[in-house]
T-cell receptor, first 109, second 114 residues
Framework: QKEVEQDPGPLSVPEGAIVSLNCTYS??????FMWYRQYSRKGPELLMY????GNKEDGRFTAQVDKSSKYISLFIRDSQPSDSATYLC?????????FGTGTSLTVIP | ETGVTQSPTHLIKTRGQQVTLRCSSQ?????VSWYQQALGQGPQFIFQ???????GRGNFPPRFSGLQFPNYSSELNVNALELDDSALYLC?????????????FGNGTRLTVT
């Protein structure tokens, strides 16, 4: 069993839709939780970084962490074609980061 | 603020050869981590360098080695290349070797081994 599980998609939504991306994990030692966005032929770009259970909002993005269920989510409101990318969840234990496989998202104009 | 830069962007090597990839960290960051991202997969941790010393290593064989220089730039060396080494190699910098400090990635080096 992988330590971080993420549905690879692909996910296709119309412009303006609310997008929900999810990851589950098995190791309760994970302390910090992140979401990265990766455009084709680019490196991952940090979107959200959070520690505690609960919600964290930044513009159109909301990260949600439920440590009791070992489940994290990223919500994108009013999705735009420029949001089309692969979204990677990540979590850290010490100085090692563990990534999901990424979910490919396409937002259709 | 200067971001993480990696060179070269693309590289083609033959099985058995050796390769060196280079990385300059984001300004203000003194810790560098290297990750391997196979096609359709998430990045996998290779190792981290802090204060010019290896500060943690993932499940990669010793033919993967690295260096960090006094200016915090870093190299990843891979010896005896295998076909499965074909991947995107990502360098990420972070702050002060602090555990859990978020990673800031470069755009990677695409290595193809034939």
């Amino acid at each position: 069993q992988k330590e971080v599980e993420q549905d690879p998609g692909p996910l296709s939504v119309p412009e303006g839709a609310i997008v929900s991306l999810n990851c589950t994990y098995s190791n309760s030692a994970f302390q910090y939780f992140m979401w990265y966005r990766q455009y084709s032929r680019k490196g991952p770009e940090l979107l959200m970084y959070t520690y505690s259970s609960g919600n964290k909002e930044d513009g159109r993005f909301t990260a949600q962490v439920d440590k009791s269920s070992k489940y994290i989510s990223l919500f994108i409101r009013d999705s735009q074609p420029s949001d089309s990318a692969t979204y990677l969840c990540a979590m850290s234990r010490g100085n090692q980061f563990y990534f999901g496989t990424g979910t490919s998202l396409t937002v259709i104009p | 603020e200067t971001g993480v830069t990696q060179s070269p962007t693309h590289l083609i090597k033959t099985r058995g050869q050796q390769v060196t990839l280079r990385c300059s960290s984001q300004s203000g960051h003194n810790t560098v981590s290297w990750y391997q991202q196979a096609l359709g997969q998430g990045p996998q941790f290779i190792f981290q360098y802090y204060r010019e010393e290896e500060n943690g290593r993932g499940n990669f064989p010793p033919r993967f080695s690295g260096l960090q220089f006094p200016n915090y730039s870093s190299e990843l060396n891979v010896n005896a290349l295998e076909l499965d080494d074909s991947a995107l190699y990502l360098c990420a910098s972070s702050l002060d070797g602090l555990n859990n400090s978020p990673l800031h990635f470069g755009n990677g080096t695409r290595l193809t081994v034939t």
